[in-house]
């Protein structure tokens, strides 16, 4: 069972670090630092959109953006830390 934890903190820890990917580089992309025109930032963004999205979407319909910043990956992020934690007590330890 020992494994089985470690390897869902693993997985929550690898997209906690994608989403906040996805925010830095939807940052630098804002403030034209890089350029979408370029195919291997255009494959980066895609990646992480795909893959962030599924989870930001729902969020993103119950909170409203404050002032044109978004805060659901940091909504995401508190809940995924609170899940974890949850699965740890019940099944971990």
């Known amino acids: 069972m020992f494994a089985v934890c470690r390897l869902v903190d693993t997985v929550v820890g690898i997209y906690i670090w994608l989403l906040i990917a996805s925010v830095v580089l939807s940052w630098l992309v804002a403030f034209n630092v890089l350029n979408t025109g370029n195919p291997i930032v255009w494959r980066i963004g895609e990646f992480l959109h795909r893959i962030t999205e599924p989870l930001l979407a729902p969020i993103r319909q119950w909170i409203p ?29």
């Open 65 to 93: 953006a404050f002032g044109g910043i978004d805060i659901s990956p940091v909504v995401l992020i508190i809940a995924l830390y609170f899940l974890r934690d949850l699965f740890f007590e019940f099944a971990c330890f």
